[in-house]
């Protein structure tokens, strides 16, 4: 199975760069073949980056009311509360490319979405200390996430015993 991880946010709007940090550091922490992509434009880019894949890991910024740098681990995106919504500056984002790509049948057969609590989102600021000390927590889970992915899909592979 594939799967691939994707990095979402905009690299100068302070916490909103959490995705993209973490995609950058993953790519020293995982397997040479990995599939990690940083995507700092519009969500139609996720639609095309999770095409093919049997499986996609999505992190990015979310607001939700929680404490700043609280970890979100959504498996299922219907079933979101009212006040929990993704973080984006961009006019098409997580939220919309999910909606969209359910509606064409183009989402991966599994698909985790991992938020980080975001506390701001000022253009030109670093992220928050709440958020920057989140991030190892974060990507280990993330490493964890996808070593079960893939060590499953070896397992399962044809021509398996």
């Not at 302070?14 to 973490?22: F, I, K, Q, R």
Request: net charge negative.
């Amino acid at each position: 199975m594939h799967v691939v991880i994707l990095g979402y946010g905009s690299p100068d709007r302070g916490d909103d760069a959490a995705g993209l940090l973490v995609a950058k550091h993953l790519r020293s922490h995982l397997p040479a073949g990995a599939d990690i992509r940083s995507i700092a434009s519009d969500g139609t880019a996720l639609l095309a980056a999770w095409q093919n894949a049997g499986a996609a890991i999505v992190i990015d910024a979310v607001v939700s009311g929680a404490q700043p740098g609280t970890i979100h681990r959504l498996a299922s995106w219907r079933s979101l509360p009212q006040s929990f919504r993704f973080a984006s500056s961009h006019s098409f984002g997580l939220a919309e490319a999910v909606q969209l790509a359910e509606t064409l049948q183009i989402l991966p057969p599994h698909l985790v979405i991992y938020g980080i609590e975001a506390g701001q989102f000022e253009l030109g600021r670093g992220l928050s200390p709440q958020v920057e000390s989140a991030l190892p927590e974060l990507c280990r889970r993330i490493q964890l996430e996808y070593g079960a992915l893939t060590s499953a899909a070896a397992t399962v592979s044809p021509g398996k015993s």
